[in-house]
């Protein structure tokens, strides 16, 4: 050991980026006649172990730094990175991205004022600053008691990844701020075998979290819930194919609305008019019992952040209430064009990319009813226990789900498993819909990583037990039973 | 020049192996990698993004006897490269002990000088500026809105170029270096339907020679008739139906097959295709291929990740599977020889993958395929993920066309097609002959007998 993690730029690292600095590199961003320009400069540090066939397979870790510099000018941006803090390195970026505005009156950096934020972040015992061997012991407690769940489990592999983003966002406007971003992400996956057949569950969390996470869920218990879902899918039955009524299960469900509703509610596909939200502030798009939030502030949550990627610190906002449409996730370029305030949404994957509105922790509200009086008023239909993934097509909100782990709805009873189970429907269509809505809100244990354009960040999603009237169910079996 | 640039790296190479030498470990391989790339997008005729950066990292793999670690960096000080090394070998010691781990046998390293030149470089693709590219952004996009008036608005254009180096340097003695370039354009229109339902449509062409990019204009047209075309798209009743993939979505289901012919995939059992080598697999008219050395393709490499020759691998002929695609480690794990298809990611670590993998095309023309199609679905497009390669279940959103009478008559959206991926590929009974690789996954149209399409 002996060499720590610290950011170059840091006030005590070797190439400390004061505000001094930072205007400097700003001025050279906005000599060409930009309106307005931002510095961003990251080091993240990650770590990962994978725990196959019983033993630590292999640990890794990597170092990724740079500046990302971003320049403005009406709609334009330009955008340029360097993976070094050296003056010239950092110089050649900004004058490189300033070539976006080759004209124009010019912008002056206002004074720069550092800010300090209220952290959100719950990580008490940094994975990252934690000894090998007790994080390589977290991952044998969670084969040990994989192996120990059932006899058919045949191979278990556990992980663990973590990471410290280290960011000082300047922009233009004054805006000088830090920020320290942990994440955690553990997953249990088992492969089970029985009467011929094989099944794979998996069961994962985490969050902006230490390890302290594991003194509340265990490895043992993702280890069992890996097991329990690879098994329960051993008998799983061909689907039914057609529409009928579904219930999906809470927390994790929420990439259903994440997907459905959430990335038609991101302000830049509003601004483009690319998206089935478009012009509909005010209108109804959900049945009244829906209220969806995005909410940056959830204690210790994947999507949670202290600040955006453009230095704005976010708030909870409202997207949907009861049904309806409230408002977009702005980032600065999208608020500016909505004359509306940024919400806190304007992410990026890293320095190597220019930011746009993301969401954070999206979340359906809770409703009034009871869980298991959802299911028994459901005469055939399937309930959507654990999703795999979807995806969404933003133009008119078509999406699609599939799910790891559902099963039957007969006569108001979950009865048999189902494999092969996919979603598909249409966002406001779903959003209509929505007939029933469980008291029971979950948010999703950090698993959840959302694509757009080429650009990955870690979300939260979360919802209560919800029904739905009617939704296409892409089995394989045609007509009755 | 890029020949100097390569011996840079490589050099840099040696340097980061003999770090983590000194260090302690066994055994070291470093993949240094450089590149750079400019990509602008355009929106409705305004410039939208235009974005320019140059980058470096090393990627490190260590051994302490079989215990392993990878550990990569940006860093490229002093500091951050002794980090690298000693991060390495402090997490080797923490990794236990696995007796399949271990460098490849040093006689099967290939040997620098008898390297295939395969033309994966273009100089001409660097030269692209910005005004330029913009300017190709801009054209394509134009074409697409002129095409035709339904053609309302438009997520926009965009032109990216790339170029990369990378170097390989082994402590078992594999030294090598690649280049490669790329250039590519996308042109994404929408147009608005009845209803007022919007639909998002795109066309691409991407190459590894910039003289063999489709012209601007083609592109931005052939985008704005795959949207339009997309118009009055409606739900089928569910039934069973005969299913066309067209080339964009055929490529899906292969990659789907690539994931389960992986080595890494089977030794772990989460493969369908366990224990299946020898068996049929698919119908007669399958075969499969991976070939590294086609001159010019995008997934074209002279040696894999690990520093063996790389050369063509059918790993599906005839219906019948011959070959798991496997590197080092998992050809000792299914007790067979590494088919040279390592790849090496960008942090370090090592898996089997495939280069460029296809489905080899058949006799007959798409045109022909289709016309011998009395009823059943044409799929171009699909969504979610609906896939479990550990039991081969396969269930998709999808969308395309009914195909009446052997024609594309209603399109067609919001619909699944469900089946099992054994079951479907036994089930091909016509493969096409328009294969185009300009991606390195890459398919045929073909034709699956009968599949469950689930709709109303």
């Excluded at chain 2, 089928?236 to 389960?260: D, S």
């Excluded at chain 2, 699956?448 to 399409?453: D, G, H, L």
């Amino acid at each position: 050991m002996g060499l720590r993690y610290q950011a170059p730029f840091a006030p005590e690292g070797p190439t400390p980026i004061d505000a001094a600095i930072a205007r400097k590199l700003l001025e050279l961003a906005l000599a060409k006649g930009g309106d307005y320009a931002d510095l961003f400069f990251e080091y993240a540090v990650s770590g990962s172990y994978a725990f196959d066939e019983s033993i630590l397979k292999s640990a890794g870790r990597a170092v990724s730094m740079g500046l990302g510099v971003r320049v403005m000018k009406g709609d334009a941006t330009g955008y340029a990175y360097v993976e070094s803090f050296t003056m010239d390195a950092m110089s050649h970026a900004a004058r490189t991205a300033a070539q976006i505005a080759a004209s124009g009156g010019l912008v002056k950096p206002v004074a720069i004022e550092a800010r300090k934020l209220q952290s959100r972040y719950r990580a008490e015992q940094l994975s990252l600053e934690a000894g090998g061997a007790q994080k390589r012991a977290l991952l044998e407690r969670a084969d040990v008691a994989a192996r120990a769940a059932d006899p058919r489990v045949v191979r278990v592999t556990a992980s663990l990844h973590e990471e410290l983003r280290e960011l000082l966002i300047v922009t233009s406007l004054g805006r000088f701020v830090r920020d320290r971003q942990p994440l955690l992400r553990f997953g249990v996956s088992a492969i089970v075998e029985g009467g011929g057949k094989r099944q794979a569950g998996s069961s994962g969390g985490g969050g902006r979290v230490g390890l302290e996470y594991f003194d509340a869920k265990t490895p043992e218990a993702h280890a069992v819930e890996a097991v329990r879902q690879a098994v329960a899918m051993l008998d799983a039955r061909e689907a039914p194919a057609g529409e009928m009524e579904v219930v999906l299960a809470p927390g994790d469900s929420g990439i259903l609305l994440h997907e459905a509703v959430g990335h038609g509610l991101e302000a830049d596909f509003n601004r483009k008019r690319t998206s089935n939200y478009t012009d509909q502030i005010g209108e109804v798009v959900a049945s009244e019992l829906c209220t969806v939030v995005d909410d940056a502030t959830l204690e210790g949550s994947r999507g949670t952040i202290n600040v955006d990627d453009e230095g704005q610190e976010p708030h909870r906002a409202t997207l949907i209430e009861n049904g309806v449409l409230a408002g977009y996730m702005q980032d600065r370029h999208s608020a500016g064009f909505f004359k509306a305030a940024p919400t806190g949404n304007g992410r990026r994957e890293s320095f190597k990319s220019h930011p746009m509105p993301r969401m954070t922790n999206t979340l359906l509200l809770a409703g009034g009813s009871d869980p298991e009086e959802i299911v028994r008023s459901v005469k055939r239909g399937v309930y959507a226990r654990k999703f795999g993934g979807g995806q969404v097509d933003i133009s008119n909100g078509d999406f699609v789900f599939s799910l790891t782990e559902g099963y039957l709805i007969e006569d108001g009873h979950i009865t048999a498993p189902l494999k092969g189970v996919n979603l598909i429907g249409n966002g406001p269509d779903v959003m209509r819909k929505v007939v029933m809505l469980g008291n029971d809100l979950e948010t999703s244990d950090g698993i959840w990583t959302c694509g757009k354009d080429g650009q990955s960040v870690p979300v939260g999603v979360g919802c209560p037990t919800v029904k739905i009237a009617s939704m296409t169910v892409g089995g394989t079996q045609l007509g009755g039973d | 020049m890029a020949s100097e640039r390569i011996e840079e790296l490589k050099a840099l190479g040696d340097q980061v192996v003999a770090r983590a030498v000194r260090a302690g470990a066994d055994v070291a391989e470093a993949a240094v990698r450089e590149g750079s790339h400019l990509s602008t997008k355009v929106r409705m005729q305004e410039a939208e993004l235009v974005e320019e950066a140059g980058s470096r990292s090393v990627g490190l793999r260590v051994m302490l006897g079989q215990q392993v670690a990878v550990t990569y960096t940006s860093d490229m000080s002093e500091a951050g490269l002794e980090r690298l090394a000693l991060d390495a070998v402090e997490l080797a010691r923490l990794s236990q002990p696995d007796a399949f781990a271990g460098p490849p046998d040093p006689s099967l390293l290939a040997a620098e000088d008898a390297l295939p030149d395969l033309d994966t470089f273009d100089p001409e693709v660097s030269r692209v500026r910005a005004g330029e590219a913009l300017g190709l952004a801009i054209e394509a996009e134009r074409a697409a809105l002129d095409l035709d008036p339904r053609i309302t608005n438009s997520e926009g254009s965009t032109f990216t170029r790339a170029a990369g180096l990378s170097a390989l340097v082994t402590s078992g003695g594999f030294r090598g270096g690649s280049e490669g370039s790329y250039a590519s354009l996308v042109v994404n229109p929408v147009a608005e339907d009845e209803g007022g339902k919007k639909r998002s449509g795109y066309y691409w062409d991407a190459r590894r020679h910039f003289d063999e990019m489709r012209p601007a204009v083609e592109i931005g047209e052939e985008a704005a008739r795959r949207t339009l075309r997309k118009l009055g798209a409606r739900k089928l009743p569910t039934a069973q139906m005969p299913v066309v993939f067209a080339p964009e979505a055929a490529r899906t289901i292969v990659g789907l097959f690539a994931g389960c012919v992986n080595g890494g995939a089977v030794w772990r059992r989460s493969s369908y295709l366990l224990g299946r080598v020898g068996t049929e697999v698919a119908s007669p008219l399958v075969t499969l291929v991976d070939d590294p050395l086609i001159p010019r393709a995008p997934g074209s490499r002279a040696y894999d990740g690990e520093g063996l020759a790389a050369h063509r691998n059918v790993v599906v002929e005839r219906g019948r599977l011959a070959l798991y695609l496997t590197d080092t480690y998992s050809g000792r794990k299914l007790e067979v020889p590494s088919t040279a298809s390592a790849s090496r990611g960008a942090s370090g670590g090592v898996g089997p993958s495939t280069t460029n993998f296809f489905l080899e095309p058949g006799d007959v023309s798409a045109e022909a395929l289709l016309a011998d199609t009395p009823r059943g679905l044409y799929v171009t497009e699909m969504m979610g993920f609906g896939f479990n390669g550990v039991t081969g279940d396969f269930s998709r959103g999808a969308s395309g066309f009914l195909i009446e009478g052997g024609e594309l008559t209603q399109p067609v959206s919001e619909v699944t097609i469900s089946l099992n991926l054994d079951t479907m590929l036994k089930r091909i009974d016509a493969v096409a002959s328009d294969l185009d690789l300009r991606t390195a996954t890459a398919s045929p149209t073909f034709r699956v007998t009968e599949m469950t399409v689930a709709g109303t």
